[in-house]
T-cell receptor, first 112, second 111 residues
């Protein structure tokens, strides 16, 4: 089954404790992206990657890191999480030129 | 001014009604436009792309007005299952590059 998977789905952590949210897709897509969704603000792009070893900042990259060492994986790293990073996070992938993005099920992160 | 704006609603309509959503964008260089649907607490899913000539998919019709910088989504004969949030999405370039999601419009179809 073609899909984008994210782990964990739910995470409660404390300020400053490094964490990684994994994202994996099995559709051989070149493009992958991370978004956060907050009430009243909608989906905002954090980082995206057009292909392996190519990443770029979206609208809200501060406090996040990403890497794209393999085509299928695009982890999101929070080196020192803060409460304002409490949000619902979505990973997405797509084929360059097609534009349809497939989203993972989301990761609900709470930072206390 | 936000780059992509939508009326947040909620739109509460009876089954069978026709409902229209508008979305405005500020970047005149925007080239690709989409409507996504998001059910409560679920991931967004592509509903349809929006082409310059307008396009239709069953009960759904999307239109683009480049001169006025807005896109629209028309839903005819609303079903209960159409209840969701509809997200307007704009890409600045022909490749993905910068992707901007609107805040979404909430639709509730009432029996």
């Amino acid at each position: 089954e073609a899909q984008v998977t994210q782990n964990p789905r739910y995470l409660i952590t404390v300020t400053g404790k490094k964490l990684t949210v994994t994202c994996s897709q099995n559709m051989n897509h070149e493009y992958m992206s991370w978004y956060r969704q907050d009430p009243g603000l909608g989906l905002r792009q954090i980082y995206y990657s057009m292909n392996v070893e190519v990443t770029d900042k979206g609208d809200v990259p501060e406090g996040y890191k990403v890497s794209r060492k393999e085509k299928r994986n695009f982890p999101l790293i929070l080196e020192s999480p803060s409460p304002n990073q409490t949000s619902l996070y979505f990973c997405a992938s797509g084929s360059t030129g097609v534009h349809e993005q497939y989203f993972g099920p989301g990761t609900r992160l709470t930072v206390t | 001014r936000k780059e992509v704006e939508q009326d947040p609603g909620p739109f509460n309509v009876p089954e069978g009604a026709t409902v229209a959503f508008n979305c405005t964008y500020s970047n005149s260089a925007s080239q690709s436009f989409f409507w996504y649907r998001q059910d409560c607490r679920k991931e967004p899913k592509l509903l349809m792309s929006v082409y310059s000539s307008g396009n239709e998919d069953g009960r759904f019709t999307a239109q683009l007005n480049r001169a006025s910088q807005y896109i629209s989504l028309l839903i005819r004969d609303s079903k209960l299952s159409d209840s969701a949030t509809y997200l307007c999405v704009v890409n600045a370039k022909t490749s993905y590059d910068k992707v901007i999601f609107g805040p979404g419009t909430s639709l509730s179809v009432i029996p």
